[in-house]
Structures are given as C-alpha cells and as structure tokens.
C-alpha cells in the first residue's frame, strides 16, 4: 500500500459584491479625420478637424507654412492635461491617416506603435509627460463611415465633397460650386440637391465643414 498525505486548506473566499452604479459615462475619446490632396502622387495633408464630444477645432494649411506644421500643431494642441490618457479615433488610420502622421508623431515626441501585416492598428504618443493613444475606429466598425452613420442613425451624417477638385493652387478657392465630375459616387440627382444650397462656394470653408461634420459623425 502507498502512503498517502492530504493536506487540507482553509480559504476565506469573499463573495461577489455588486458593482456601483455610475451616474455618469465618462468618454474620454477624441475623433480626428485629416483630408488631403495629390501632388505628384502623394497624399499632402491640407485640413486637419478633431472632437472631442464637446469643442472641435480645424486648421487649414493656408494658415500654415506647410503640411507637417499643420500636423503638429493639431497634435501639440491635443496633447494637453485634459486629454492625458485619452483615445484618439481615426477612422482607417490603418490604411490611410497613419502614414503620415506616424512619420510626425516619431520626430515630435515618444512613440510606440503597433503594426500588424504592415497596417498601423495603434500608436501610443507621449508629449510633455502626456500620453495619448491614437486608434483605427475602423478596427472596431467595420465599414465606412457614410454608411456606419446611416447604420447608426447618427444625428450628423458625413456629408459629399468634390475631392477631386482640391489641389495646391485652388486652396482658397471662392466661386461657382465645383462641377458634377469632381465628385465620387455621386448621383446627379444628389449633386442638383446641393447646389441648390449654394450662390457661392468656399473651399475653405466647405472643406473644414466637411471634415468637422466627419469628426461628429465618427464620434
């Protein structure tokens, strides 16, 4: 026969206690969206919106001496004590907004990103004892963000914009509304509804229209 030891132990278990309710949701998410033009093949940053469920800001590269002081002033501008540890959502920063801004958040402060199959999911950015973690919305909502808008019924739905019309030399464009062939996935029927909104057109003013309505939506 084998001899055999039992050990017994006594453990004080603590029952599941309930969790508190909260009165209040606290969402410390901002939502950004970059538009931009083609210049020799390259996606040049030229309007820049973020929210953050209260204020929004824009900046236009007019106002600017170049794109990446755009970009860095957008960013310096967020990473203050109010939006420490905060969550900033780009819809399809994977595959769009990141590579740019990858390239500006490394040279301006601490950064870690985290790419998979050569797509940048998330960049964690450190700036003046702050941190802040840039994420693809995409990853989480899958589709675009026209047609998540009508999924979810959100009260600012992202709007049309001639894309094709925007280049180097027309930023502060002021006249007739652009034509019909400079808008994507259009329908003429969509495009005769909103010129009828217009006497002029401002590309300035309607781009940062365009991307603000974006940055609201997406939130």
């Given at each position: 026969m084998?001899?055999?030891?039992?050990?017994?132990i006594?453990?004080?278990?603590?029952?599941?206690?309930?969790?508190?309710?909260?009165?209040?949701l606290?969402?410390?998410?901002?939502?950004?969206?970059?538009?931009?033009?083609?210049?020799?093949?390259?996606?040049?940053?030229?309007?820049?919106?973020?929210?953050?469920?209260?204020?929004?800001?824009?900046?236009?590269?007019?106002?600017?001496?170049?794109?990446?002081?755009?970009?860095?002033?957008?960013?310096?501008?967020?990473?203050?004590k109010?939006?420490?540890?905060?969550?900033?959502?780009?819809?399809?920063?994977?595959g769009?907004?990141?590579i740019?801004?990858?390239?500006?958040?490394?040279?301006l402060?601490?950064?870690?990103?985290?790419?998979?199959?050569?797509?940048?999911?998330?960049?964690?950015?450190?700036?003046?004892?702050?941190?802040?973690?840039?994420?693809?919305?995409?990853?989480?909502?899958?589709?675009?963000?026209?047609?998540?808008?009508?999924?979810?019924?959100?009260?600012?739905?992202?709007?049309?914009?001639?894309?094709?019309?925007?280049?180097?030399?027309?930023?502060?464009?002021?006249?007739?509304?652009?034509?019909f062939?400079?808008?994507d996935g259009?329908?003429s029927?969509?495009y005769?509804?909103?010129?009828?909104?217009?006497?002029?057109?401002?590309?300035k003013?309607?781009?940062?229209?365009?991307?603000?309505?974006?940055?609201?939506?997406?939130?």
């Amino acid at each position: 026969m084998y001899n055999s030891l039992i050990t017994k132990i006594l453990l004080i278990l603590k029952f599941i206690q309930p969790l508190v309710r909260s009165d209040t949701l606290k969402i410390n998410i901002i939502t950004l969206d970059i538009e931009t033009f083609i210049k020799d093949g390259v996606h040049i940053p030229y309007v820049i919106s973020w929210y953050d469920g209260i204020i929004f800001k824009s900046y236009y590269l007019s106002d600017f001496k170049d794109s990446n002081i755009l970009l860095i002033t957008a960013i310096k501008d967020i990473m203050i004590k109010k939006y420490d540890n905060y969550k900033v959502y780009i819809h399809n920063l994977a595959g769009f907004d990141g590579i740019f801004l990858l390239k500006i958040l490394a040279n301006l402060g601490e950064c870690q990103p985290i790419i998979h199959n050569d797509k940048i999911i998330s960049i964690i950015f450190g700036l003046n004892d702050y941190i802040v973690t840039f994420k693809d919305s995409q990853q989480l909502l899958l589709g675009s963000l026209r047609n998540l808008g009508k999924s979810f019924s959100v009260e600012t739905q992202k709007s049309i914009f001639p894309y094709k019309f925007v280049n180097e030399n027309n930023l502060d464009f002021i006249g007739t509304i652009p034509d019909f062939k400079y808008f994507d996935g259009l329908s003429s029927l969509d495009y005769n509804c909103y010129i009828e909104n217009y006497n002029i057109w401002d590309m300035k003013v309607e781009t940062m229209k365009y991307c603000e309505m974006d940055v609201i939506s997406l939130y």
